[in-house]
């Protein structure tokens, strides 16, 4: 030992050996042992957010409307509005109209309408000849039966005479002289009550 002592290799192991010493003071081998903290995966979706499919951006128009509500076309016609007025007036004990009711021919526009032949011609050689063989001349029928509510019953003499007046720009008074008749027999059904009271509209 005492021969060992002082030579160059003994030197160079106790040098090695204070590096190893200052290293395990500076902590970086304990820091190197020390455990580390583990990544935790994120639990926020990265994908973007997605509107939900069953909440719907209302429109400019649907904003206006409330639930259920359905939009109805304004007019300026005096006679409309008045068939318009009926047609909300009859009361419910009248039947709702079908395909097999006469109001119901007035439910197919397009089989009335010709948008190449001018307004007067449209009258002459359609609507009035349509108009006579459908309601008879002057009161010649009797049109209280045939008065019935619904789409394909009063509300579709409105909806004709709507767009012929206000669309193809045929008089309303035309209209007045034809359906005067069928306008007086609804009037009165807009009083009928539960007492069954038979109208004459002769």
Do not use: Y
Not at 159 to 169: L, N
């Amino acid at each position: 030992m005492k021969n060992h002592r002082g030579t160059k290799i003994c030197k160079d192991t106790r040098a090695k050996r204070d590096r190893d010493s200052k290293k395990m003071k500076d902590g970086s081998l304990l820091s190197f042992m020390r455990p580390r903290s583990m990544a935790v995966p994120s639990t926020v979706n990265a994908r973007p957010v997605q509107q939900d499919p069953h909440i719907e951006t209302p429109s400019a128009s649907s904003s206006q409307l409330g639930p259920g509500e359905k939009e109805k076309t304004r007019t300026k016609s005096a006679f409309v509005q008045e068939l318009q007025r009926i047609s909300m007036a009859l009361p419910t004990m009248i039947p709702e109209a079908t395909g097999t009711d006469l109001l119901s021919q007035f439910a197919d526009l397009l089989q009335h309408d010709n948008p190449d032949i001018s307004v007067d011609d449209l009258w002459e050689e359609v609507l009035n000849p349509f108009l006579k063989t459908t309601l008879g001349w002057n009161a010649e029928i009797d049109l209280e039966v045939v008065i019935r509510r619904g789409r394909l019953g009063f509300d579709a003499v409105v909806d004709f005479v709507a767009h012929f007046v206000e669309t193809r720009g045929v008089e309303e008074a035309l209209f007045e002289g034809k359906l005067g008749h069928l306008t007086e027999c609804a009037k009165k059904k807009m009083s009928l009550s539960t007492s069954h009271v038979t109208w004459n509209c002769g």
